[in-house]
């Protein structure tokens, strides 16, 4: 399960909870692993779960629309970088244009929560899923300690599992 995804979510956190949040997951959601697993867990643990990509990026079984409906009030915005290199078809999207209609860009960022964050677990396109002022935002942005987090709870959860077979 993705615990490293949620400690935002925790007592020291930013939110305390996780339960009534508004969670934003928007990008290439066709492909990610990151989306399908915390729609299971966010979703079981009481968060309200918007989802959006471009058309040829939304799978069928994740109810999705538009970014700028799913980021509107949202308390977290997590987004997914394009996986091009599994992509059947070219997006046909110009430089800058991915950005445009489906990135999150400062101006559709406004519209979330006064107190939202940004989330995105890596690696980054920047200009391309997200504006780089808004990835490297020094308090809204919570990616590098995402990034830092999930190295931690895999090492810890190989220990884990190492330990029990060594005994």
Known sequence: MPYYRLYFL???????????LKVAVC????????????AKLLRRLGADLRFAAPPSLMPDDL??????EAVDGADVVMM????????????GDAP??????????????????SDAVIMHPGPINRGVEIDGAL???????LIV????????VRMAC??????ERLR
Not at 135 to 141: I, K, T
């Open 10 to 20: 925790d007592r020291r956190g930013r939110f305390g909870r996780v339960e009534g």
């Open 27 to 38: 990008g290439d959601l066709q492909h990610s692993r990151v989306a399908r697993s915390n």
């Open 63 to 68: 109810p999705g629309g538009p970014i700028d």
């Open 80 to 91: 997914l970088r394009v996986q091009r290199e599994r992509l059947a078809e070219e997006l």
């Open 96 to 113: 800058g244009e991915y950005l445009a209609r489906f990135g999150l860009t400062a101006e559709r960022f406004a519209a979330a929560a």
């Open 135 to 141: 990835a490297d935002h020094s308090s809204r942005s």
């Open 145 to 152: 300690r995402q990034v830092e987090m999930g190295v931690a």
């Open 158 to 163: 190989l220990d884990l599992l190492t330990a």
